[in-house]
């Protein structure tokens, strides 16, 4: 079969692999579709300390289903989450369960950009592979798990009913973030992106004031009219850059948040003011990565539509295909969302 996979820094190939068969407990699943994440474009350019595996947002049919699994047939379309935490140690029991040790040794092989992929016992028996509803089409299939990162960032920093929210880069994940913040109750939603077309993306559903970061001073004139000069409740710094989180920094209230969503560049430092951020009692919360039961609400909410995903993907680009898919995700002028099409793909 083929895989698409990492040959080293800056190169993609498509080579053909063996099968994978199902052992005891686990499934192996055809692809249907898997979104190029932002992480997947940074272990290409080499700058990501975990490199290894790309494609970790697949969704697909049941092919095989091993002995003693449960619940799930052949023929199943579903979504699955590559990792999973052990739920047994101290910091799976505080609650932080994406910074769980056991969580990234976890993964589906031999990734998601495969016309098919075996999912672990662990995985399997935890709920990582999420039934999906007739309803949910591929391609929203394939934004659940970015979706779910939202979801859980937002749990971890808690969103008061009305909050106010302003989302610097609207990147795929930062419109999945606008969106997950409106239905879970955000009161108004503001965000900053250089193209337009993600610009367009964000205010056709999700987020009421875009504004180009290069413009100096929108972003603050926005926040000051949404909030009569106060500052948001939160601020989500959807890139990695260390002056947008300084930015986010000064774009909240007294007692606001900071959520550190994208991933920053390995020894990228910070330069902000510390006693302001102590004086006006700022805080700085990273969240990483989401779990099968943020999935699982993501999947709730699309369902019930007060959660709309589809329009988000502006390309499909079959496996054979999958570094022009790379090259187009690459390209926020050209592209918002792009999925890599597999096999069981049919609409
Ligand atoms: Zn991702
Ligand atoms: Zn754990």
Known sequence: MKVGRLAGPGRLELVDLPRPTAGRGEVVVDLAACGVCGTDLEKLRGNYQTAGKIGHEPAGRIREVGDGVRGLSVGDRVAVHHHVPCYRCAVCARGDLTFCPTYSRTNIDPGGFAEAFRVPAENVERGAVLRLDDRVTWPAAALIEPAGCAVTALRKVGLPSGARVFVLGL????????????ALGAGWVGGTEISPLRRAAGERDGVDVTVDPRDDGAARAAVDRATEGMGVDLAVVATGHPAVIREATRLVRRGGTVNLFGLPDAGSRLDADLQDLYLRGVRLIPSYATTEADMAEVHRQVVEGRLRLDDLVSHRLPLARFDEAFRLAATPAEAVKVVVT?????G
């Open 342 to 346: 597999g096999p069981a793909f049919d």
């Open 171 to 182: 990147g795929p994940v930062g419109l999945l973030y606008a969106r997950a913040a409106r």
